[in-house]
């Protein structure tokens, strides 16, 4: 299933994915952010469990501003799965 989750926090300012019947985490794209950094975590998630990649993720900062690109697709992950 496809989503789309807007950012709040990051320079990132939305991120699209999606999540099969599996929980396996697909085609993670962000819109904005650095380019280098969203493009390494998509192609590091992708094929993994999503729940796995939430609680990975989850709780890392971003120069003090208490979220970040990869907290933001956790967050993501979660509003998708119901948590």
């Given at each position: 299933?496809?989503?789309?989750?807007?950012?709040?926090?990051?320079?990132?300012?939305?991120?699209?994915?999606?999540?099969?019947?599996n929980g396996t985490l697909h085609?993670?794209?962000?819109?904005?952010?650095?380019?280098?950094?969203?493009?390494?975590?998509?192609?590091?998630?992708?094929?993994?469990?999503?729940?796995s990649v939430a609680d990975t993720l989850r709780g890392t900062d971003c120069r003090g501003r208490g979220t970040s690109c990869p907290d933001q697709l956790a967050k993501a992950i979660d509003t998708s799965l119901g948590e």
């Open positions: 299933m496809k989503h789309s989750y807007n950012t709040c926090g990051t320079c990132s300012r939305r991120i699209d994915f999606e999540i099969d019947e085609n993670v794209r962000f819109l904005g952010g650095c380019a280098g950094n969203t493009a390494g975590i998509s192609a590091l998630v992708e094929g993994r469990d999503a729940r």
